[in-house]
């Protein structure tokens, strides 16, 4: 039943890069000197795996704005960390849950304050221009498009949960002031990392078949039993994990995923512990640990 996770990760190394994303970038690149600013959003629970390593390529020197979505669905502590050490390094960063309403002033009146000399320059020359227009870009499934119809307080980008849902670039107008540019899902053509390859597939942000699923959520129940054994025992009943094979059998009883026969349904339940994640019923949990833990 399992597979060896180097093969996997080699196997999305050759595999994974879309067309579209290639094709996004090109298009991100052409109509970058329509942008003012650019919002980088990414996923509270994978604060590091879910940045676009080459975007400041794509961007050059675009000042941004780092999105944290999913903030409701994070270990609090660790993601916090990770903002503080970005914030050191120069980086504006405001943080979000999605699950609930939200008001967009302060990112408004933030993007404001960025832009106020270029505008001033501006003015200066006799081109005042009133609108501001944002470039919103993440990798797939980090909440783009829910967060642009909050913003926008109406649905005009299509929401999923599963990775590829907006497939091509789209101005939407926020208000008298902002334009955003909507943007598909990108990544970085070689997933070469295999903990961030496992961070991305733990959290739907590459389909499901760049890697093996119960591989997936073997590394998802590994990674519980090594920092959140609370959470492994409160939601999957058991202690920790000494043999693999005997955990996934014990949650497997636990949960009723069996067969006519009395035997564990472990296709079931593989899809379960996968739902577990995207669905948010496992809450308080960052699968990133912050660089200055890691020089430690």
């Known amino acids: 039943m399992i597979e060896n996770n180097d093969k996997g990760v080699n196997k999305s190394v050759i595999n994974w890069y879309p067309g579209h994303m290639a094709k996004t970038k090109r298009l991100i690149k052409e109509n970058l000197n329509l942008i003012d600013i650019v919002y980088e959003i990414i996923d509270s629970r994978i604060p590091i795996s879910s940045r676009v390593i080459d975007l400041d390529e794509t961007i050059k020197n675009k000042p941004r704005i780092l999105i944290f979505t999913k903030y409701d669905l994070c270990d609090k502590e660790e993601t916090d960390k990770i903002i503080k050490y970005y914030e050191s390094l120069g980086n504006y960063v405001l943080k979000y849950d999605l699950s609930k309403s939200n008001n967009f002033d302060e990112l408004f009146n933030l993007t404001k304050q960025i832009l106020q000399n270029k505008q001033n320059k501006l003015k200066e020359r006799g081109l005042e221009n009133n609108t501001i227009r944002a470039l919103v870009v993440g990798i797939p499934n980090v909440g783009k498009s829910t ?43 070689k997933l070469s990392q295999e903990t961030v390859a496992y961070n991305l597939a733990s959290t739907t942000a590459i389909k499901e078949e760049i890697l093996p699923k119960e591989n997936v959520a073997i590394y998802i129940l590994q990674f519980l039993n090594t920092y959140y054994p609370n959470i492994l025992k409160d939601y999957y009943k058991i202690e920790s994990i ?8 014990k949650i497997g009883k636990n949960k009723g995923y069996l067969t006519k026969g009395g035997e564990v349904d472990l296709d079931k339940l593989v899809d379960s512990i996968l739902n577990d994640i995207k669905k948010g019923n496992i809450k308080s949990i960052t699968f990133d640990r912050s660089p200055k833990d890691d020089q430690k």
Do not use: C, F, H, Y
Not at 161 to 182: A, E, F, R, Y
Not at 242 to 249: F, R, T, W, Y
């Open 147 to 189: 967060l642009i119809n909050q913003i926008s307080k109406r649905k005009v980008a299509k929401v999923g949960n599963m990775p590829g849902i907006t497939k091509n670039l789209n101005w939407i107008k926020v208000n008298k002031d902002i334009l955003l540019l909507d943007t598909p899902g990108i990544l970085w053509p």
């Open 242 to 249: 000494q043999d693999i094979e005997s955990a996934l059998l």
